[in-house]
């Protein structure tokens, strides 16, 4: 047997193994209204939520079992959720507060004050000690108390936004119909170059290791390696198959639900930690027809929820391999002193190179810039106002750090 097919033949067996391994199991105990759909919707320190129907539901046990909640507000449908300040917030698709806050798992619910209306909240996105919730038409929104919220569109000329992420002090945000914006830490937005114009309906945008993506409707996906100001096109791995449908990350591990057949059905799920070996966990779905809806990660487990006839609609449940070779990501630079009064130390182990910093306020305005050298800098702070702030290096790499001014 020559080399080349032998390699074949043992990638062939891998790649089968891998996807023979990947069992996910039916966990609907206590769920209802399947038929109308289901949805995973986020998780808090205690509880996993998800939604049947229009109802909304909790569990404490993984999934094992279910008990149905209030609904924020009574037949306006909770799109999604995230745990943020010690409270549980639920974006809604509502002609009134579209921002809920629950302080007791879903017994009750209260509306957040300066919340957006009339609109459809897509999504939160958490970075640099703020949450911030994305909609279909009244742009962005931020907290960073979790008392109180307010929009952040300055500059933002498209706010039908349909995804978030961040790459070092950039922020970025995938809109319907005006491509990528770009910002540091929601100062003021600008529309990033490179995309087509038939290209600027987004569908899902991410990072993964130095690198930005941003996938259009329609297929077409494109790079950056300048922290989202210039883009690309991008030729895909194989794993993404005829397009992108959802992409998903969660600390370390990325997911990614990509199309293989026409018609717009999802047959795969991959998962990555780095971008070179992919993970095929599509396992006993059926790939022929699978229609996930919302992958989710929480305590070991990637849940999606599954609403095709066959193999049966709701929440499945899937336990995360631990084998895989996993990238650093997330790291944090050493901040020091915290709490300071004075000179702030910001120092980066082996940097390979000189790094930018910038300190953000509370408002998310920034306070002070300067250049690392040899991956360290001292920053003089003593003419700042007491309080909080965000310390950010530009390096995607590189977690943003909250320090405390005395």
Not at 7 to 26: D, E, M, R
Not at 71 to 78: A, G, H, I, V
Not at 143 to 149: A, M, R, Y
Request: hydrophobic content about 40%; glycine content about 12%; proline content about 4%.
């Amino acid at each position: 047997m020559n080399i080349s097919l032998r390699s074949a033949l043992v990638s062939s067996l891998l790649i089968s193994a891998l996807f023979a391994g990947a069992q996910w199991s039916q966990v609907n105990s206590g769920l209802a209204n399947l038929s109308q759909g289901a949805a995973t919707h986020g998780a808090s320190p205690t509880h996993l939520f998800a939604r049947g129907g229009g109802n909304l539901f909790r569990s404490n046990n993984n999934g094992d079992s279910w008990t149905e909640v209030a609904n924020p507000e009574f037949l306006n449908p909770s799109e999604c959720g995230y745990y943020f300040a010690d409270r549980y917030f639920a974006g809604l698709n509502s002609a009134q507060a579209c921002i809920h806050y629950t302080d007791d798992e879903g017994d009750t619910w209260s509306s957040a004050d300066g919340a957006p209306t009339a609109t459809v909240v897509r999504g939160f996105f958490e970075y640099g000690g703020a949450l911030y919730a994305y909609t279909s038409n009244a742009g962005i929104y931020r907290t960073i108390d979790g008392e109180s919220w307010s929009a952040v569109n300055n500059g933002l000329t498209n706010l039908n936004v349909i995804g978030m992420c961040a790459a070092g002090p950039s922020f970025l945000a995938a809109t319907v119909g005006g491509g990528v914006f770009r910002t540091i830490f929601a100062d003021t937005w600008t529309q990033a170059t490179g995309i087509a114009g038939g290209d600027l309906n987004g569908e899902n945008i991410w990072y993964l290791g130095g690198a930005q993506y941003y996938t259009a409707q329609g297929g077409a996906i494109y790079r950056s390696t300048s922290l989202g100001e210039t883009w690309t096109a991008w030729t895909a791995p194989p794993q993404f198959g005829l397009g992108v449908v959802e992409v998903k990350r969660f600390d370390t591990r990325l997911y990614v639900e990509s199309r293989h057949f026409a018609g717009g059905m999802r047959d795969s799920v991959y998962m990555t930690t780095n971008g070179t070996v992919w993970e095929n966990i599509t396992g006993n779905l059926n790939a022929a027809d699978l229609n996930g809806s919302g992958l989710l990660e929480n305590n070991g487990y990637a849940f999606i929820a599954y609403n095709a006839l066959s193999p049966g609609q709701g929440i499945y449940r899937y336990s995360i391999s631990t084998g895989m070779e996993e990238q650093a990501m997330g790291s944090e630079p050493n901040v020091y002193p915290n709490p300071t009064e004075a000179v702030l130390t910001i120092m980066v182990p082996r940097a390979s190179s000189s790094l930018n910093y910038t300190v953000i306020d509370a408002a998310g305005r920034t306070a002070m810039s300067g250049r690392m050298i040899a991956g360290t800098a001292q920053v003089d702070i003593s003419a700042l106002a007491p309080g909080s702030y965000i310390v950010l290096c530009d390096d995607p790499a590189l977690v943003p750090v909250r320090v405390v001014k005395r």
